[in-house]
């Protein structure tokens, strides 16, 4: 059984930096890729970045372009997000995705 792991969430201010990881474990096979998502409170969960597990090529959504950075150890099975220059608007809860599988998310917030 897949499980997901997020660690590193945490207060920061506004302008501050924090990196997300994402432990994979129950792995039988690799996966095409791996996604980060954050729901805020009283919004719909939204889709942040991803990155292909062979090619390591990311993909991100315009608000985080520039600022957050996605990569993969795929030898630890685990995915970070580097995010910097925060913003208050960055506060939400961060899931990992793989699969059909999620993580318990761990909480941002950024203080103004």
């Known amino acids: 059984q897949v499980q997901l792991v997020e660690s590193g969430g945490g207060l920061v201010q506004a302008g501050g930096s924090l990196r997300l990881s994402c432990a994979a474990s129950?792995?039988?096979?690799?996966?095409?890729?791996m996604r980060w998502f954050r729901q805020a409170p009283g919004k719909e969960r939204e889709f942040v970045a991803s990155?292909?597990?062979?090619?390591?090529?990311?993909y991100y959504v315009d608000s985080v372009k520039g600022r957050f950075t996605i990569s993969v150890d795929n030898a630890k099975n685990t995915v970070y997000l580097q995010m910097n220059s925060l913003k208050p608007e960055d506060t939400a809860i961060y899931y990992c995705h793989m699969g059909s599988t999620w993580g318990q998310g761990t909480q941002v917030t950024v203080s103004s």
């Open positions: 990155i292909n597990w062979s090619d390591r090529s990311p």
């Open positions: 129950g792995l039988s096979f690799s996966p095409y890729a």
